[in-house]
C-alpha cells in the first residue's frame, strides 16, 4: 500500500507541474517581439487578411480570455488547437509523429542504459586496468561531444564513404508498413513483414547510436563507481572467502546494490533523450516531435510549442516516476522515506 500511495504521490504533483508549465511559457510568448498570425499570412497579406485570421484563431481576444480557453479546451476535450503552420489539428499531427519519436528515445535510452551497466561493471572488475582507462576515456568522449557533431560525423563515414547505412528517414520510400501502433518495428513484428523490419532497423542504426552515447557514458561512470563501493564491502569480501565464483559475486551479489544510484538516473536521461531528439530528427530527416518543433519554432506556431512541451513534460515526469519505481524496487528502504 505505501508503494501505491508513493506513486500516487508522484501523479498528483505532476497535474500542478504541467499546469505551471503551460502557463508560463503561454504568458512568456505574448509578449514576445513577434506576430505570428503576421509569419503565417505571409509578407503580402494585407491587414484585413491578418486580422480575419486572428479572429478565426481566436487571438483577437485579450490574453486572459485566450489562455482560459486554451486550458479549458485542454482539459476537457484533449484539443491543443490547430496549427498555424500545418493547418491541421496539432493533436493529430502529435498523434502521428509521437511513435516515431518514442521509438528512437527508447531505443536510445534502453540500448544506452544496458551497455552502460555492462561497460561499468567491466571496468570496475579491471579497475586501473587497460581496459577501464580505454572505457572511461571513450565514456568521457561521448558525454563531452555533442550529438549533432556525432551525427553529421556517422553520416559521413557510415554513408557517404561506406555507403552501409541509410542517410535519412524512417524507412525507405515505398516501402509498405501497416500501421498498428505507429511503432514501425513493433508493427512489422506483429504483420510478419520481415522485409520492411529490416530496412527499419537499418534506419534506426544511426540516430540511435547517437542519442545513445551520452546515456551509456553517463551509466558507465555511476555503474563503475557503485560497483566499486559495493566490491569492497564486507559481505562481498566474505561471499569471496567461502569460494563463491567471481561471475556469481559480481552479475547476482554485488550488481543489485551496486545499481541503486544508477537506476536514479535514468529518469533524468530519458529528459536528456527526449530533447536531444530536436535536433537529431532534423539532421536524420525523422519524422518525429523534434522535427515538428523545430519547424514550429521558426514559424513562430505557439500552440504547437505548448502542446509539444507539455508532452515532454509528461514524458520526463513519467521518466522520473519509472526511475523511483526502479528504485524503489532496488532498494525498498526508498518506499519509507
Known amino acids: 500500500m505505501r508503494f501505491i500511495r508513493v506513486i500516487a504521490i508522484r501523479l498528483a504533483i505532476l497535474v500542478p507541474t504541467l499546469l505551471g508549465l503551460v502557463t508560463i511559457m503561454f504568458f512568456l510568448t505574448y509578449y514576445l517581439p513577434a506576430d505570428p498570425v503576421a509569419v503565417a499570412a505571409g509578407p503580402m497579406a494585407t491587414p484585413e487578411q491578418i486580422e480575419t485570421i486572428k479572429e478565426r484563431y481566436g487571438f483577437d481576444q485579450p490574453i486572459y480570455v485566450q489562455y482560459?480557453?486554451?486550458?479549458?479546451?485542454i482539459v476537457l476535450r484533449g484539443d491543443f488547437g490547430t496549427s498555424l503552420y500545418t493547418h491541421r489539428s496539432i493533436r493529430e499531427d502529435l498523434a502521428n509523429r509521437i511513435p516515431a519519436t518514442l521509438e528512437l528515445a527508447l531505443i536510445s535510452l534502453i540500448l544506452g542504459v544496458f551497455a552502460g551497466i555492462v561497460s561499468g561493471v567491466v571496468t570496475a572488475?579491471?579497475?586501473?586496468g587497460a581496459t577501464d582507462h580505454l572505457i572511461r576515456a571513450i565514456s568521457i568522449?561521448?558525454?563531452?561531444?555533442?550529438?549533432?557533431?556525432?551525427a553529421i560525423e556517422l553520416q559521413m563515414i557510415f554513408n557517404y564513404k561506406l555507403r552501409l547505412l541509410?542517410?535519412?528517414?524512417?524507412?525507405?520510400?515505398?516501402?509498405?508498413?501497416?500501421?498498428?501502433?505507429?511503432?514501425?518495428?513493433?508493427?512489422?513484428?506483429?504483420?510478419?513483414?520481415?522485409?520492411a523490419m529490416g530496412d527499419a532497423c537499418l534506419h534506426l542504426v544511426l540516430p540511435v547510436?547517437?542519442?545513445?552515447?551520452?546515456?551509456?557514458?553517463?551509466?558507465?561512470?555511476?555503474?563503475?563507481?557503485?560497483m566499486l563501493g559495493v566490491l569492497s564491502s564486507d559481505y562481498v569480501l566474505y561471499a569471496r572467502a567461502m569460494g563463491v565464483s567471481?561471475?556469481?559475486?559480481?552479475?547476482?551479489?554485488?550488481?543489485?546494490?551496486?545499481l541503486v544510484g544508477t537506476v536514479?538516473?535514468?529518469?533524468?536521461?530519458?529528459?536528456?533523450?527526449?530533447?536531444?531528439t530536436f535536433v537529431v530528427e532534423k539532421i536524420f530527416m525523422w519524422p518525429g516531435i523534434g522535427a515538428y518543433a523545430l519547424e514550429s519554432i521558426l514559424y513562430l506556431d505557439f500552440k504547437v510549442v505548448f502542446a509539444v512541451s507539455l508532452w515532454a513534460g509528461v514524458a520526463y515526469a513519467l521518466g522520473a516516476l519509472l526511475a523511483d519505481v526502479l528504485q524503489m524496487v532496488v532498494d525498498p528502504r526508498e518506499v519509507s522515506r
Open 68 to 73: 482560459v480557453r486554451y486550458i479549458r479546451d
Open 209 to 226: 547510436v547517437t542519442l545513445a552515447l551520452v546515456p551509456w557514458g553517463i551509466i558507465t561512470r555511476f555503474s563503475r563507481a557503485g
Open 264 to 276: 536514479a538516473q535514468v529518469g533524468l536521461l530519458f529528459g536528456f533523450v527526449l530533447a536531444s
Open 246 to 258: 567471481h561471475n556469481k559475486v559480481v552479475w547476482k551479489l554485488a550488481l543489485k546494490n551496486a
Open 166 to 195: 541509410p542517410l535519412i528517414g524512417r524507412i525507405t520510400a515505398g516501402t509498405q508498413v501497416e500501421s498498428l501502433t505507429g511503432l514501425y518495428l513493433v508493427d512489422t513484428l506483429i504483420t510478419g513483414n520481415w522485409s
Open 125 to 128: 572488475t579491471r579497475r586501473n
Open 141 to 150: 568522449a561521448a558525454i563531452s561531444i555533442a550529438p549533432f557533431w556525432i
